[in-house]
């Protein structure tokens, strides 16, 4: 229909086309967690989120959270689309299957893990007949085939029980990517609850196959009671290029333990302390609503990898819809992932970057480029030239001063999303709101604003990012917030502030300050439409700012599980 393609991403990752009406999936505007999501049975493409990605042998994987058949969330199997770039994907057949006992009531996420001797395994959760949730193992059954479209089952799954003090069954797993430990075992973690708290569960074995679990967790807190997907990886400050978790960890390398909770991917960054074997945080933050956010927007369920390719760490995310489920049978399709991004540590080992991955410049088209714009207060550029519901836009903004910013509020950090509301992109500032507005209708009515504002605080500058999606679409009941997140930027020696921003049909997937920010929307626009909308630059702030560069492409479609599918 019109509504699907209009809609329809044309280079983020979904399922093929055909698959539409086999399947559905239960979903709460805004949310992605299961337990609301059995409110709003709908008949669409059934997509969640991402399970084991990995580079092995020249092939990209990328697994992802399938239900083949059923009305209801609960058949969960693993879809499979492999490729070469990240980019152009291509579908193949389910790779694990709902058949055995240990997993006979969905195969949940899990990881990859190439062990010694380029030998490769997956564990991953599975719901058994009494719906406890246990850890089972695959392997390839056929090794000459590039694509590993066939999985063997390990005869003594479940390899792992829900067993053990405090432990809830219901409440275990998403094992991790396994390391090896000084005493040359592996390890992998497991997101439980443990007592009422949250944890990542330690588990050593010999072979991946027989596992004992340690007497303490990798690292645990009381501020929540569960955490799905942990991902546990290291980083070295300042470079970013990627550490692959089972060989050695050189000197001066950090770990992160990314964890999804509250509908969001949140992180910390600490050390693994390889006698204690457990992850010690650089700082403890019992409110969580402070910890370090991978994404500020719609992105759930990560999961990374080390890609020996390029040597780089890759992290993928969920993005799901935000119109209402009979849009989305209208639309014959649901829920997409963020474009794959290098991750990697800043200088001072504070924050995490993240960047799309270079192969996706691949699909730009001609470049559009200015420099030396100025953007008086109430300044409006507009970027013509590129298809504005298919571009890929990069601007960098220069501050003429910093003698105007704001005081800031520590207080607008338990609540980014509020503060984005009162400072809309219209609320002038001393330094700020600039930034990009996209898929904007003729006369501004509809439009989608990224921006960002400049604070003080006593000894640093701190930038808000928005990606506000009020005006998004004149259709109502839409889910439509005001993302946002605040970087530090030492803006004494760094005067410029960058924005890149992918637009992708229903995608807005921003970067800001070089990926100290990340934020990923969904919009639904009805005013514009192809070849109508408008996209600008402006500043509304009071200090003018200047934009040394701006560049735009347009976006060719890319390959995406479509082939032999038309
Ligand atoms: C994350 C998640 C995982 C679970 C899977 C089930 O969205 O809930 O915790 O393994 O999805 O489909």
Redesign the pocket.
């Known amino acids: 229909s019109i509504v699907s393609q209009r809609y329809r991403t044309a280079y983020h990752f979904q399922p093929p086309k055909n698959w539409i009406n086999e399947s559905s999936y239960y979903r709460v505007r805004g949310t ?1 967690s ?1 337990e609301k999501n059995l409110q709003h049975p709908a008949s669409y493409t059934t997509f ?2 991402i399970s084991g990605p990995m580079y092995y042998n020249g092939i990209y994987h990328e697994f992802y ?1 399938y239900n083949p058949n059923g009305s209801v969330w609960g058949n ?1 199997v693993w879809g499979h689309s492999v490729s070469t770039d990240l980019i152009n994907w291509i579908p193949l057949e389910t790779a694990i299957e709902r058949d055995t006992p240990s997993d006979i009531n ?1 195969c ?2 899990g990881s990859a893990t190439i062990l010694p001797g380029n030998r490769l395994v997956i564990i991953y ?1 599975g719901a058994d007949p009494e719906k406890r949730q246990v850890q089972n193992i695959v392997v390839p059954k056929n090794l000459s085939d590039p694509y590993l479209r066939e999985w063997t089952k390990a005869g003594n799954n479940p390899v792992i029980q829900p067993v053990g003090p405090g432990l809830n069954s219901g409440q275990f ?2 094992p991790t990517t396994g390391w090896i430990g000084p005493d040359g075992l592996w390890r992998i973690a497991v ?1 439980a609850e443990l007592n009422g708290d949250s944890a990542a569960l330690l588990y050593k074995s010999k072979d991946f196959l027989n596992w004992t679990r340690v007497d303490h967790s990798l690292y645990s807190s009381n501020s929540s009671s569960m955490w ?2 942990p991902d546990f990886f290291a980083v070295l400050p300042g470079n970013n290029g990627g550490l692959d978790l089972s060989a050695a960890i050189p000197n001066g390398a950090k770990h992160v333990l990314k964890m ?1 909770l509250d509908s969001c991917d949140k992180y910390m960054i600490g050390v693994y302390d390889l006698k204690s074997d457990i992850f010690i945080p650089d700082t403890v933050l019992d409110d969580r609503r402070l910890w370090s956010r991978i994404d500020y927007g719609n992105f ?2 990560s999961k990374s990898f080390f890609d020996s390719k390029k040597g780089r760490r890759i992290i993928w995310g ?1 993005t799901n819809e935000t119109d209402s489920s009979s849009d989305d049978v209208a639309k014959g399709w649901a829920g997409i992932h963020a474009i794959p991004r290098t991750i990697w540590l800043d200088s001072h080992g504070k924050q995490l970057l993240q960047w799309p991955v270079e192969e996706v410049e691949s699909l730009r088209g001609n470049e559009i480029n200015h420099q030396g714009l100025e953007l008086k207060k109430g300044g409006l550029f507009e970027i013509k030239g590129a298809d504005s519901f298919q571009a890929d836009v990069e601007i960098d903004f220069e501050l003429t001063s910093i003698d105007n910013a704001d005081p800031f509020d520590p207080s607008w950090l338990l609540d980014v999303e509020k503060h984005c509301r009162e400072a809309g992109a219209s609320v002038s500032g001393g330094i700020g709101p600039f930034g990009l507005v996209v898929l904007a209708s003729d006369n501004m009515e509809e439009h989608t604003a990224v921006h960002f504002r400049v604070y003080k605080s006593e000894h640093k500058y701190m930038i808000l990012m928005c990606s506000d999606l009020r005006s998004s679409s004149l259709r109502p009941g839409l889910y439509t917030p005001a993302y946002g997140g605040f970087f530090e930027y030492d803006l004494e020696k760094e005067k410029k502030i960058s924005l890149r921003t992918l637009i992708d049909r229903s995608a807005v997937e921003s970067f800001g300050g070089g990926g100290r920010v990340c934020i990923m929307a969904r919009v639904y626009p009805v005013a514009v439409v192809d070849g109508s909308a408008h996209m600008y630059a402006f500043n509304n702030g009071s200090a003018t700012v200047r934009v040394p560069q701006l560049r735009a492409w347009s976006m060719r479609r890319a390959q995406v599980n479509v082939k032999g599918m038309e």
């Open positions: 992605t299961k969640i989120n959270q969960i969905g949940w996420t959760t797993r998403d997101g799905e997907c999804s759930y369920a969920w």
